[in-house]
Structures are given as C-alpha cells and as structure tokens.
C-alpha cells in the first residue's frame, strides 16, 4: 500500500501518542516532531508507510535514548494475554468449528496495537473476547472474511510462514498456531518476530514468553520495520519466505507492507485507519481474513 | 491558548484537507506538507495555535499561487447564508427572547469553518438553524453559556467591536448585529474582518455582500492570521481594540489567540477541537458564551 497525503498527520500523531505512551519529557517530545518534520521532505509516497513509521520509531528511540520504549507495555501484553489464555483455549474446546474459533481469536488479538491505537484498554478488548460466543464475529464479516478459502490453502500446505505482529497478540496467534499444529500435523510452521525493537512488535524473547518456540520454529525477520519491509529483512526470513506454501500475515503493518507481493498469503487483521480502509474498500474495524492477489 | 503537540499533527490534517479542498494537484500538495514540515522546528509552543496557522494558509496561498484560494467558497458561503436570512430573521421576529435567539443564531452560524471541520455539510446545518425551535440549544448550553453577563455588559456599553470570523458566517452575525442595534441604538458598533485571505475568513468584500457595513462600521484588522493576534494587527484596529467597552469575539481562531487579554471580551463558537475542549474544560461541539478572564 502506497502512502496518502493523510498518512503524513497520521506519522506525527502516532509520534506524538508514543511519546506520550513512553512518558518522554516535553523538550524530547518536541525534538522527535521536528526530526519526523525533517523527514517529509524525504519521503516517498509510493513507499508503504511502515517504511515511514520504521523511521519515525528510529527516531524515538534515539531521541529518548533508549533502544526499547516498549519493553514494558510488551511484558504487560504478554502477561495478561497469558492470564486469559486458559479462557481463550476452553472458548476454542466448546466450538463446534475450533478451526473458525481459534482465527477469530487470533484476529482479536491484533486488537493489541499501540501503533493504530494507543487508548487501548486491553483487558477490555481481551474480555470481549473471552466473552464471545459463536457467532461473536460472524456479524462483522465481509467479502474479505475468507474463511473457506484460508482453510482450502491450509489444507494443501506442507509448510506455514507465520508473520507476528504484536507482544500479547502473540498468545492470541499461538491458540491458532495450536489448532493448525493438531489438525494438520504434518504441516512445518515457521513463525516471524521482528529482528530489533519496533514500536510493541513481538522479538524473539515475547515467542519464547508466549510458548511460539515449542510450536514453531521462530526466527527473526532481521528488521527494525514495524511491518515487513522485504529489503530489510534477513536472508534466513527471505529462505523461508520463498520456500513456504502458505504465508499467514498478522497485523495492518504486515498487511500495508506486503500486501502486493505474489506469494500465497492470508492477511489476518482488524482495520484500524480509515485510508486502508477507502484503499481496499472495506469500513473501519472490519474483521480481515483476505487472500492477497486474488 | 498555547500550542499543544496534539496540535501538530492537526496543523498537517488542515494542510491537507485545504489543499484538497482548493483541487491542489499531488505535487503542490507534496510541496505544501514539505514547506509546512520544514516549519516544526521553527514552531513556539509557546504561541498560540492561529499563528502557525497563518504561516500554513501563507504556505497554500504561494504554492498554490493563489492570493484568496477560498475566493469561490466564500462566495458560496454568503450566497446560502443570504438565501437563508429571511428565515433566520422570522425566527428572531417569533422568539419570546429576541436577543438570546439571536445570540444562538450567531454562534450556530460558527459551524461554517471550513479549517476545523472540512467536509461541511452548509446547507444541512443552516437546515437545522432554520428549523430550530426556543428551546434548540438550551440542552446544550454549559457553564460557558452565560446569557445574563452577555445582556448585562451590552446594557451597560456605549461601543461594541464585533471580531467576525468566517465568510457566510457574517449573515448569522448580522442577525445579532441588527439585534444588538434594534435594543441599544446608542451603543457604537465597530466591525473587524481580516486584511487578507485567511481561509475563509471574511474580508471587507463579505461584510460589503453580507450587508454589514450599513449597519457597523467595518475596520480592516491587517493581518492575514485565521485569529486575531494582536502583534500582527493595524493601528486602526488597535485604537478601536482599546476604546470599546465590550469585545464580541467570534470563532475559535479569534478564542485562541485573544483568550488571555485582559479586555471585558465575550467569547462566542462552537467548539470544534478536542484539545481546546480539554483545555477550558468543555466537551466538543458545546456552545460558548464566555466571558474572559472571570
């Protein structure tokens, strides 16, 4: 997805909200804006923006000195997403279709976003989730809710590329990964962390604290972006990436950034921002499960 | 009212809704975004909001290379205003409060601003004016309506300067104006427009089309700011500034930047930005008769 006009104030409220998030004093505060500031003339517009937002983040954590931000929110998100994983897992036992249960959570998760959404109460969110029934989603669906489609290519698959978002949706994305591990047990799983810090982007210590190791095999993409910027990304990321049958894509960041690329990929997100939204032709909060390139 | 950080990425949003507004091609918005970024730096948080905002509209005006590029807009804008007084002023004839109806008229004639709320639907919200019963804006009104104080100091004042704001915005003031004239014949009443095109703030020509000058004296303010920041302001209007015994303050960008002056000045709009609102301690699109410095 190319960057709009309208991405540029969104890239200084996103700054703004993090340093806020990161209760960075006011004088850094304003030193990160006038170095995003800097930057606009130098972006491209046919870039995606999270080629934007990597740099953005660049800046915050040279501005604030300190090379994670969001260690701390990440450990909170893992923590309580571990807390209601038991409920997450009995919601799935009780489904008549644990295969539809465990995407919808997984999608849920991506609810779990301080980039898109930095008001979030999480418990909250989380709650909701515990909460839901059956149909819980199925009111939200739309042409881009594909299930049938994303079970056909699962079906089919000897290998998946897991793309993860965010710390604490992690556990969201494991309930999945769980559910395609016992269904299909033949299939190889390979699961993405970023390579450094990026906003509250899962690395390879939250796979770890939220038990991905023991499913999949982790690795790390390489990359700073919070999204997947190929050319930034590792060789090891790009080996598998070439190689799997089935790339499932988790998060807005992964989706804007990949989102033109051949290969067989399933984006799995909420839409949180009203230009993706008039871009793919779907409304605000939208419930995404779309087979790229189709 | 200072700048807050909230308001930088607004200062990129108005940006760029005016240049879509005034059909800016991609490259001369581009150029826009660019010049208003190469601003930040420069920015005073210290300043209040209307004077980044003068520089941004002086940015559109030269990249566009277009003096008045609300020019047709504000045409627009008196025309329908025009269209709908008649009926404004029925409403006034049938009150049993001639002078509150009036003062709600004038303030409800502030929805048209097309810096704070762009994609402005004028005729339905003149509709809704029009078809306002007494009681239209009472369950609006807060501790920031205060009727009596208002009534009171124009008992008591011999000159009254009316800060108008926006073009068709003039007419509902008119209605005040005409108000004002009918009760207090012997109070002097001063007019002031902006010097040069500021959005769609009205100029001498609006209040000539809107048929102010025939019952105010209208005075040019010199500056091109989308407020009144006295600093940027002409003698004329300063001498009339000092002498009057009551202010009239319309709009926000008037509130903004004249909040703290030490004047006897009535603050009159709609609220239409969240950060004001937190910062006076309203909630948005409340209705404001305020006093300042009480």
């Known amino acids: 997805m190319k960057t709009y006009f309208e991405c540029i104030p969104c890239f200084f409220k996103q700054a703004m909200e993090a340093c806020k998030m990161i209760n960075l004093p006011a004088e850094k505060t304003k030193a990160v804006m006038d170095a995003v500031a800097l930057e606009i ?22 501005k604030s ?12 998100s893992n923590e309580t997403a571990l807390a209601v994983y038991p409920g997450l ?14 995407v919808e959570i997984a999608i849920a998760g991506n609810i779990i976003d301080y980039g898109a959404l930095s008001d979030l109460d999480l418990n909250k969110e989380i709650r909701a989730v515990l909460n839901s029934e059956e149909k819980t989603l199925e009111k939200e669906k739309n042409i881009y809710f594909n299930f049938d489609g994303f079970r ?22 494991r309930i999945l990964i769980e559910e395609i591990r016992d269904m299909y047990p033949d ?12 906003i509250n982007d899962c690395l390879m210590q ?11 095999t982790v690795v790390s993409n390489g990359s700073d972006a919070p999204g997947t910027l190929l ?9 598998i990436w070439k190689s799997s049958d089935l790339i499932i894509s988790k998060g807005q960041g992964n989706f804007e950034s ?6 067989n990929i399933f984006f799995l997100f909420i839409v949180k921002c009203g230009v993706l939204a008039r871009d793919i032709g779907c409304r605000l909060r939208d419930v995404i499960l779309y087979r790229g390139n189709l």
Chains 1, 2 share one sequence.
């Open 41 to 62: 003339p130098r972006l491209d517009m046919t870039a995606s923006p999270p080629e934007m937002a990597m740099i953005i983040y660049r800046i915050i954590r040279e």
């Open 65 to 76: 000195n300190n090379r994670d931000p969001y260690l701390r929110i990440k450990r909170k």
């Open 89 to 102: 897992k009995k919601i799935v036992k009780r489904s008549r279709n644990r295969l539809l249960k465990a």
């Open 152 to 173: 056909d290519s699962l079906e089919k698959a000897k290998s998946v590329f897991y793309l993860a978002d965010n710390a604490g949706e992690l556990v969201f994305d």
């Open 187 to 198: 299939i190889k799983i390979f699961c993405a962390v970023r390579g450094y810090p990026a």
């Open 206 to 216: 939250d796979a770890i604290t939220c038990g991905i190791d023991r499913l999949a």
């Open 231 to 239: 050319e930034s990304c590792s060789r090891e990321f790009l080996d």
């Open 258 to 263: 990949i989102a033109d690329q051949k290969e």
